[in-house]
């Protein structure tokens, strides 16, 4: 049975549709949300009430959590435009909203057809840790090595890629955002999809 990796739809509805479309069309119904699903877009209600009707398991990425509490060690430059965007966010949100961006977790463990993946948003330990395709070995073992599972999912950098990694299979579906870009798995093979746009904001 398929499962999809989604990531980083940064309350952009219009590209989540897209791609809720196409899953429809293959017949994916199994679906994890790997964070950054709500701040920096125009339609964060539509993407969190949308979520909600699915009821897929989201995990918790660090622009949501920022939507929570303005965090005092950033590793990210926290910018006058981003809090503005924060306050706005906050505005179309209601308290329900809000308690649904609480209830993401740090990390999801997912069995399906006899295949374990974790879910983070940039590494297991951290959802600020940023994995590219040009980190170093000894990096990636760092905060991905030891898992003791088939495959590991995370999003963060917006980039699809896939890299084995102390016997796991990585893999960052990229941002639903950015160009509607999402991942199927189908046992231990993944394949990378884009959805096509509808004008996503």
């Not at 980083?8 to 549709?17: K, W, Y």
């Not at 809720?20 to 920096?40: M, N, P, R, T, W």
């Not at 929570?68 to 006058?80: A, I």
């Not at 609480?102 to 057809?113: A, G, H, K, M, N």
Request: hydrophobic share 40%; net charge negative; charged share 20%.
């Amino acid at each position: 049975m398929p499962l999809a990796l989604v990531s980083d739809i940064h309350g952009s509805d219009d590209a989540l549709a897209a791609v809720v479309a196409e899953l429809e069309q293959l017949g994916i119904d199994q679906v994890v949300c790997l964070g950054d699903a709500v701040q920096g877009g125009d339609q964060p209600r539509e993407v969190l009430d949308r979520l909600a009707a699915l009821g897929w398991p989201v995990v918790l990425g660090n622009a949501d959590a920022f939507l929570l509490d303005v965090p005092s060690d950033s590793p990210e430059p926290l910018t006058q435009g981003h809090l503005d965007k924060r306050e706005w966010t906050l505005s179309q949100l209601e308290p329900s909203h809000l308690e649904q961006i609480r209830s993401f977790v740090p990390t999801l463990d997912v069995e399906l057809d006899g295949v374990t993946l974790r879910a983070f948003h940039g590494s297991p330990h951290s959802y600020d840790d940023v994995l590219l395709p040009d980190t170093p070995d000894a990096q990636v073992e760092r905060l991905l090595g030891g898992s003791g599972v088939d495959v590991l999912a995370g999003g963060h950098t917006h980039m699809q890629w896939t890299r084995y990694v102390d016997g796991a299979l990585f893999v960052n579906p990229g941002s639903v955002r950015d160009n509607g870009a999402y991942a199927v798995l189908t046992g231990g093979s993944v394949e990378f999809r884009r959805a096509p746009s509808q004008n996503a904001s």
